[in-house]
């Protein structure tokens, strides 16, 4: 059989020449005229999931917020404004990025397990729509920026509700106050005059069970119970993103097979715990992008390594694909060029760094491959770019997005200048003598033009 005979993603077909096409855009073409690697995402799938994840909870005050962390690619975070979500932000790098793409503070949401007074600060200034509390240590700190602005912050509670069902665990997740401790962290909360706690969160990662979270928002809808009874006006359960995401032939589930349920459950237990009804957030990052997501890398090589072939390719791990390292992440590998041919040999599909970990698929089965193939890696929309390295110094790949058989570029290749630029700041920062000698070093051996260096002006020669 064929490798086309498999295929499950409903904007990629194969054209005449038995290449894939990316939502009608040819691989060979967005090869050839964007070069690669190249990360290649489609429009209309990233946008059918924003409407399908609001669609499966039909719930009145629901919110559904683009984790950003997942792809920030500005065009993305652009789409996801225009489909009516907000936005679900872990830096205040993301909150600018937020910015630009459009989104008003007030619809921002600022969560992860560090900030520094400039984070506090920064968020409680422009009025993000809530800034979550992620330990106990971090209320002081809360307080603090609250009070130094003379305003009162809108607080979220990070809660880690402990759950275990089957192979799924929160026991030992380093992000949440552990529900243990939740209560104690309402208390001090509510002493503190410049905080206003408006809300519970939970996150759940890779999510493998359909109950997970509800098991979860039952757990957070009591604590906000407790805090109700002393006073405060919780608005906000917000359930975090964990939807998981198909990337093999095994089914996982999908919003659908749980939203009807899972609001039914809420809206009784908010009834019967006497709350006013609270506005549902829940935070997809993968469920959105990764299914989206295709990348491309060519064949340069192949090695018969005896026992098994080697493909080697343009991309790596590490600066393409890195979750395969960090995660073992197995995403499927398919011959763009050569699709509907048989599998005749098992492969490895290597990284071009000199490292026998920079394999991207190990033990695949394809066609015959030879130099000039493209290979498309799927499902790879969600924590590849965002987690690249340049190790090797390699250039991290740009990305496309396609739209009825049109790509445009939304990310651009990394130059050699801004690469470097960290360094040669500190150069600068050392000693001009330094710098100089870089600098005619640079000119005269490697003939790089000046500009793409992006040097300090005192260094540019006159
Ligand atoms: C607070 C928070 N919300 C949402 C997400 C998105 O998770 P996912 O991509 O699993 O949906 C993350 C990811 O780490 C997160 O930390």
């Given amino acids: 059989m064929s490798m086309s005979g498999k295929l499950r993603w409903p904007f990629i077909s194969v054209d005449n020449s038995g290449s894939m096409t990316v939502d009608g855009a040819s691989v060979k073409t967005l090869v050839e005229e964007f070069g690669s690697p190249l990360y290649v995402l489609s429009e209309k799938e990233i946008r059918n999931r924003m409407k399908r994840i609001k669609k499966a909870f039909p719930y009145k005050k629901l919110e559904i917020q683009y984790a950003a962390k997942c792809n920030t690619n500005l065009e993305i975070l652009r789409i996801a404004?225009?489909?009516?979500?907000?936005?679900d932000a872990s830096s205040t790098g993301e909150i600018m990025l937020g910015l630009l793409a459009g989104f008003e503070p007030g619809k921002i949401t600022f969560?992860?397990?560090h900030k520094k007074e400039e984070d506090w600060?920064?968020?409680?200034k422009i009025g993000v729509k809530a800034i979550t509390i992620d330990a106990v240590e971090g209320i002081p700190?809360?307080?603090a920026a609250g009070k130094q602005l003379d305003k009162k912050l809108k607080i979220f509670l990070r809660i880690n509700p402990q759950i275990k069902r089957g192979r799924y665990s929160t026991i030992h997740h380093q992000y949440g106050i552990p529900i243990k401790q939740a209560k104690f962290a309402i208390d001090k909360v509510l002493e503190q005059p410049h905080l206003e706690l408006v809300g519970f969160h939970f996150h759940g990662s890779y999510i493998d069970n359909k109950n997970i979270h509800w098991i979860a928002a039952k757990k957070l809808l009591r604590l906000a119970k407790y805090a109700h009874d002393k006073g405060a006006r919780i608005k906000y359960i917000d359930c975090g993103g964990g939807f998981p995401v198909q990337h093999t032939d095994k089914k996982v589930f999908q919003p659908e097979d749980m939203g009807e349920e899972f609001v039914r459950q809420f809206r009784e237990k908010v009834a019967a715990l006497g709350l006013p009804e609270p506005t549902l957030i829940f935070e997809p990052g993968k469920f959105i992008v990764a299914n989206a997501g295709v990348g491309l890398v060519k064949v340069v090589s192949v090695k018969d390594l005896g026992h098994i072939k080697a493909a080697i390719t343009d991309g790596s791990t590490y600066a393409f694909v890195p979750d395969v390292l960090a995660y073992g992440w197995h995403y499927p590998i398919l011959p763009a060029t050569k699709i509907h041919m048989p599998p005749e040999a098992k492969y490895h599909i290597a990284g071009c760094?000199?490292?026998d970990i920079d394999k991207i698929g190990r033990e695949r089965k394809m066609p015959y491959l030879e130099r000039g193939d493209i290979l498309s890696i799927m499902d790879c929309g969600a924590y590849s770019n965002?987690?690249?390295s340049n190790f090797n110094t390699l250039k991290r790949a740009p990305m496309v997005m396609v739209k009825d058989g049109v790509a445009r570029?939304?990310?651009?290749r990394d130059k050699y200048g801004e690469m470097f630029a960290q360094e040669l700041d500190v150069l600068k920062?050392?000693?001009r003598g330094e710098l100089n000698k870089f600098t005619s070093f640079a000119r005269q051996k490697l003939k790089v033009p000046i500009d793409e260096l992006q040097l300090p002006e005192e260094a540019k020669p006159k």
Avoid: H, Y
């Fill in 81 to 87: 404004k225009e489909e009516g979500l907000e936005l």
């Fill in 111 to 113: 969560t992860n397990l």
């Fill in 121 to 124: 600060l920064f968020a409680a």
């Fill in 141 to 143: 700190q809360a307080e």
């Fill in 353 to 355: 760094t000199c490292d």
């Fill in 386 to 388: 965002v987690m690249t």
């Fill in 409 to 412: 570029l939304i990310r651009r």
């Fill in 429 to 431: 920062l050392e000693s």
